[in-house]
């Protein structure tokens, strides 16, 4: 029997998430967190599939915007919430909600799609690329030192609870938005995911600790972060596991990071997700004692192809047809003429002969400018079709501030 697609409704909330939760473990949330993603799904933007009375899919999107190169904010929906139960796989359950998701993505108005996999080679043929990465580290603080930069020590760090600061480390959150492709403009009620602080997440670390950072009375800085106590013959072997670091400036950066590495009986600093640009790589005294390991991070998708490529602007003046192939939203197929530069940019269908071929996952990777076109055109994966198109073209889509995504969903 075919599965019945519907948009979700409220009294079947409860169901549709304990599948999405059977789906990824079943490992039950706490309460509260379960509370909070109630209060924060949208039921009008979710689906679900259903084998008669039994929830066999899930697939939600969130109205987000996404800040892009020449610091607009556009809107994109934050595909999440995505699932089949394991009693249902091969039936094309995903599929079908992919195809309805973008369908009802297009008709909503908004160019692009973004999600962040659990396998990163799922969603590559719903035209879905990689678009930012991320560095997670492990610094080893017996053994590496900071060198920080003039002004650092007029930083004053101060504790706050992490529920009195919230309002303060959102303001400064909201600052650095426009300033990097990739960020997500907060909305309200998502803010509070980040004080959720379940002791069985914990894994043996502390409750979650905050730290201000402020210069004349100003805030410039927060760092979010537990302890992880640990012990051997030789003395103390702590852990901080920072959650949240942002920082207007470069003072404010490393004042933070200074102290998250000098905290009494701990000999080491993990943290996740965190940019591939980030300064306190330049400050350490030995990286290789910092254990980086690159993951990728948001994946992009062009719901469409001209009005996404016209809403952010070029690190140089480009005028390039892309050949575009969209088996899966053939409405974007075919050939489109981009021209832009830093000021802004047009795109729109033409019939002039193509200088660049490509299909939309390509699109979507170098879409932000975290990763070059020239990069994937040696994997195989762009191709030049007039001499000069791709340099041209690779030049203009990058960005002098890699993307980055700091705000799960």
């Known amino acids: 029997m075919a599965t019945d697609l519907r948009v979700l409704r409220q009294d079947d909330w409860d169901e549709w998430y304990d599948n999405l939760i ?111 990465y991320h560095v997670n580290t492990e610094i080893d603080t017996t053994r590496v030192r900071l060198s920080v930069p003039p002004g650092t020590d007029d930083v004053r760090l101060r504790y706050v609870a992490p529920a009195e600061g919230l309002g303060t480390c959102e303001a400064v959150y909201a600052r650095l938005v426009p300033g990097r492709p990739g960020m997500v403009a907060r909305i309200p009620g998502w803010e509070r995911l980040g004080l959720l602080d379940p002791e069985s997440e914990r894994e043996g670390a502390s409750p979650l600790q905050c730290v201000l950072a402020e210069r004349g009375g100003e805030a410039v800085g927060f760092a979010r972060f537990r302890i992880k106590a640990g012990w051997d013959a030789a003395g103390p072997k702590g852990t901080v596991v920072v959650q949240d670091l942002h920082a207007l400036d470069p003072a404010a950066h490393a004042a933070l990071w200074r102290f998250l590495c000098d905290i009494d009986l701990t000999s080491k600093v993990t943290a996740r997700g965190r940019p591939v640009d980030e300064a306190w790589q330049h400050m350490v005294s030995d990286i290789r004692r910092c254990s980086l390991l690159v993951r990728d991070s948001l994946h992009i998708r062009l719901v469409d192809v001209g009005a996404a490529l016209q809403a952010r602007t070029y690190q140089a003046p480009v005028d390039v047809v892309l050949d575009v192939e969209d088996t899966f939203c053939p409405w974007n197929n075919g050939r489109w003429r981009l021209t832009g530069d830093p000021k802004g940019a047009s795109c729109a269908r033409t019939e002039d002969s193509a200088d660049l071929s490509l299909t939309v996952r390509e699109l979507g990777s170098a879409y932000l400018g975290g990763v070059s076109l020239d990069s994937l055109a040696a994997a195989g994966r762009v191709h030049e079709l007039r001499q000069g198109a791709l340099t041209e073209a690779s030049v203009a889509f990058a960005s002098t501030v890699p993307p980055w995504l700091p705000h799960g969903f």
């Open 22 to 132: 059977r789906a990824f473990g079943g490992i039950p949330e706490s309460a509260e967190e379960r509370a909070l993603w109630r209060e924060l799904t949208d039921t009008d933007r979710s689906l679900g599939a259903w084998d008669d009375d039994t929830c066999v899919g899930t697939a939600g999107a969130f109205a987000f915007r996404l800040t892009v190169p020449g610091g607009a904010a556009v809107p994109a929906a934050g595909v999440t919430m995505v699932s089949v139960a394991a009693t249902h796989r091969r039936r094309g359950v995903l599929r079908s909600m992919m195809r309805r998701q973008l369908d009802d993505v297009r008709s909503w108005g908004e160019p692009l799609a973004i999600l962040t996999a659990s396998e990163p080679e799922i969603y590559g043929r719903f035209g879905y690329g990689v678009g930012t």
